[in-house]
């Protein structure tokens, strides 16, 4: 049950973060939206659909940005994850 509700509040989030990124674009506010779309990515189980979507949706100079900004999101996520496993003994 627990398992289910962390999924639930994974994609709550995941939603939450595309619609910010939408809202933040809507506004001309290109580097918030990208910030809040690379959450998205990185939250998504198909990234690469996603991926494919955004392509096809945002402004080509946008999506560009995103791609540039991804690899700097993932590695922040790693090093969150990696603080989180406890040591091997």
């Not at 709550?12 to 779309?37: P, S, V």
């Not at 100079?61 to 999101?73: G, N, S, T």
């Amino acid at each position: 049950l627990r398992e289910q509700k962390d999924a639930a509040k994974v994609q709550d989030f995941f939603l939450q973060e595309i619609q910010l990124g939408e809202l933040w674009l809507e506004r001309g506010e290109q580097k918030k939206a990208i910030e809040h779309l690379t959450n998205a990515i990185s939250l998504c189980t198909h990234p690469t659909e996603l991926m494919n979507v955004l392509e096809q949706t945002l402004p080509p100079q946008v999506f560009e940005m995103l791609v540039h900004r991804i690899p700097h999101v993932t590695q922040r996520l790693e090093a969150a994850l990696h603080e989180q496993d406890p040591p091997d003994e």
